[in-house]
């Protein structure tokens, strides 16, 4: 504030109508304190008297009067909370103890430009707002971004797998990924095997991982029926033992009569024996049929 050289001049109403006063010279009064000074006192006949004069500088001024924060942009990526501290370009300029804090969380969960009000606190307990920029830009790589997850397969052996099928989010994945095997698993035997994919995503990064192969064997004609429910297990049927040709004659057909009884006996209790060895054959071949079925 520029001080009045009148303010300086105690019985200036007491002076002759007409009587100046000024300064002699400019006083400095940027910063606090007392500081001396010259006033002219010119008369209306041109006389002059020179007056040693101090004048006083006070600020009564809060600190948020005091000083002018300057904002600029903060820059952060996706989820990264930025500092208030880092939107004040002047920062060093403010007196120590000014601390710095957002009016309002800025969200930072998505790209793009976030407006953002910084309360700057001064040590006397006065504030200001500062609006200013937060870019969140993310400058991460697709395979940052990005996790692909995986899932064991089935295959029947020699049978390779698409490699898109180990990859259980891909449709989470951007548009334009390729999935390729890097290192094929070996499904020439049954047996459980791993192989390495590899996920490249559009802006050239890539993932690499492991996932596991199931390898199953392959079905025989055998079994490809038992599924079907159509193999029948086949029993051979017994031949009756000791059954005769059929006899061109009825004398062919004829127990011999000659010989004595016990001859005769023993024979027909061995045609007896392997008629009813025939029928016992027949009986079991035919409960194994119904048991089966």
Same mark, same amino acid.
């Given at each position: 504030? $520029?001080?009045?050289?009148?303010?300086?001049?105690?019985?200036?109403?007491? +002076?002759?109508?007409?009587?100046?006063?000024?300064?002699?010279?400019?006083?400095?009064? $940027?910063?606090?304190?007392?500081?001396?000074?010259?006033?002219?006192?010119? !008369?209306? *006949?041109?006389?002059?008297?020179?007056?040693?004069?101090?004048?006083?500088?006070?600020?009564?001024?809060?600190?948020?009067?005091? !000083?002018?924060?300057?904002?600029? =942009?903060?820059?952060?990526?996706?989820?990264?909370? #930025?500092?208030?501290?880092?939107? /004040?370009?002047?920062?060093?300029?403010? #007196?120590?103890?000014?601390?710095?804090? %957002?009016?309002?969380? /800025?969200?930072?969960?998505?790209?793009?430009?976030?407006?953002?009000?910084?309360?700057?606190? !001064?040590?006397?307990?006065?504030?200001?707002?500062?609006?200013?920029?937060? &870019?969140?830009? *993310?400058?991460? $790589?697709?395979?940052?971004?990005?996790?692909?997850?995986?899932?064991?397969?089935?295959?029947?052996?020699?049978?390779?797998?698409? @490699?898109? =099928? $180990?990859?259980? &989010?891909?449709?989470?994945? #951007?548009?334009?990924?390729?999935?390729? %095997?890097?290192?094929?698993?070996?499904?020439? &035997?049954?047996?459980?095997?791993?192989?390495?994919?590899?996920?490249? !995503?559009? =802006?050239?990064?890539?993932? /690499?991982?492991?996932?596991?192969?199931?390898?199953?064997?392959? @079905?025989?004609?055998? =079994?490809?029926?038992?599924? @079907?429910?159509?193999?029948?297990?086949?029993?051979?049927?017994?031949?009756?033992?000791?059954?005769?040709?059929?006899?061109?004659?009825?004398?062919?057909?004829?127990? #011999?009569?000659?010989?004595?009884?016990?001859?005769?006996?023993?024979?027909?209790?061995?045609? +007896?024996?392997?008629? +009813?060895?025939?029928?016992?054959? +027949?009986?079991?071949? @035919?409960?194994?049929?119904?048991?089966?079925?």
């Amino acid at each position: 504030e $520029t001080p009045k050289a009148e303010d300086s001049i105690g019985n200036l109403d007491k +002076l002759p109508e007409g009587t100046k006063v000024a300064f002699k010279d400019p006083v400095d009064t $940027t910063t606090e304190g007392t500081k001396d000074a010259t006033v002219v006192v010119t !008369y209306p *006949d041109g006389s002059t008297d020179e007056v040693k004069v101090t004048v006083t500088v006070t600020d009564d001024r809060t600190d948020a009067d005091k !000083y002018e924060p300057i904002g600029q =942009d903060v820059n952060v990526t996706p989820g990264q909370e #930025p500092d208030p501290a880092d939107g /004040i370009k002047n920062k060093e300029d403010l #007196p120590e103890g000014t601390e710095f804090e %957002w009016k309002e969380p /800025i969200d930072t969960t998505t790209p793009g430009e976030k407006e953002g009000t910084i309360v700057v606190i !001064y040590p006397d307990g006065s504030r200001e707002e500062i609006k200013v920029v937060v &870019n969140v830009v *993310d400058d991460r $790589t697709d395979a940052d971004k990005y996790e692909p997850t995986t899932k064991p397969i089935e295959v029947v052996e020699g049978q390779v797998p698409d @490699a898109k =099928d $180990t990859i259980t &989010n891909l449709d989470e994945l #951007p548009e334009g990924t390729m999935v390729e %095997w890097i290192v094929a698993p070996n499904t020439a &035997n049954p047996g459980t095997v791993n192989g390495l994919v590899k996920v490249t !995503y559009p =802006d050239g990064s890539f993932d /690499i991982v492991e996932v596991e192969v199931v390898v199953k064997a392959k @079905a025989s004609n055998g =079994d490809k029926k038992d599924v @079907a429910g159509a193999k029948e297990e086949t029993v051979a049927q017994p031949k009756p033992t000791n059954v005769s040709k059929p006899a061109e004659n009825k004398q062919q057909q004829e127990l #011999p009569q000659t010989g004595d009884a016990d001859t005769q006996a023993a024979s027909v209790a061995g045609v +007896l024996m392997t008629a +009813l060895a025939g029928l016992f054959g +027949l009986g079991v071949v @035919a409960d194994k049929k119904k048991r089966k079925n």
